[in-house]
């Protein structure tokens, strides 16, 4: 039995590795910039990406809001699904998350908010219940097999799939997802 603190196998390690590097790059980022400049902090931080325009999507498998395994292709099922990639630790994440559930409920793509949080998943059905945006499901990626398959450094980190689950872009950083710059890139679905 391991020791309190300590991880229980490799799986455990690997995945507190990649959050403390994913915490001292928050950090880091969070330390450069000054508390008189919020707006600032979120246009230097935030790039649209067409470097990988008709990846595959990752094969990766996921939590359910239900505990139960499934796979990103499944969860898409032949359809245009945008994924979100955030932690509750992350104050951009936690920001456009009320801005995911608009977009969501306007229906014009599948929206999966995949959590990339290491913690018990009833931790982040609550978190997101707690900040009024239980509807969006407490989606986990515990093992942040989805971080290493893009590969992600920055969160939130939101990738846009079309219909054959291929890349169509990719946004670093925090967005209004009910906002018309947002708008406009869904409709690149439709062009």
């Known amino acids: 039995m391991p020791h309190c603190g300590q991880p229980a196998n490799r799986l455990a390690k690997r995945a507190m590795k990649k959050f403390l590097i994913l915490t001292a790059l928050t ?8 508390a008189s400049e919020p707006a600032a902090e979120a246009t ?10 008709g990846k595959d999507m990752p094969d990766v498998t996921v939590t359910d809001p ?27 994440c936690v920001k456009e998350l009320p801005t995911l559930v608009a977009l969501s409920e306007r229906g014009d793509v599948r929206v999966l908010a995949l959590s990339q949080d290491i913690g018990p998943q ?14 969006l499901g407490a989606w986990q990626d515990a093992d942040m097999a989805m971080t290493d398959a893009l590969p992600v450094t920055i969160m939130p980190t939101t990738v846009l799939y079309d219909a054959q689950g291929k890349e169509v872009w990719r946004y670093v950083g925090d967005l209004d997802w009910a906002g018309d710059e947002a708008a406009a890139l869904i409709a690149e679905l439709d062009g």
């Open 44 to 53: 230097e931080q935030t790039a649209l990406l067409r470097d990988f325009v």
């Open 27 to 34: 950090l880091a980022s969070c330390g450069a910039e000054q």
């Open 122 to 135: 009833p931790s982040v059905r609550a978190f997101l219940e707690g900040h009024g945006v239980g509807s």
């Open 66 to 92: 239900d505990g139960a395994q499934t796979t990103l292709v499944e969860i898409a099922g032949g359809e245009p699904i945008l994924v979100n990639l955030w932690a509750s630790w992350c104050a951009p």
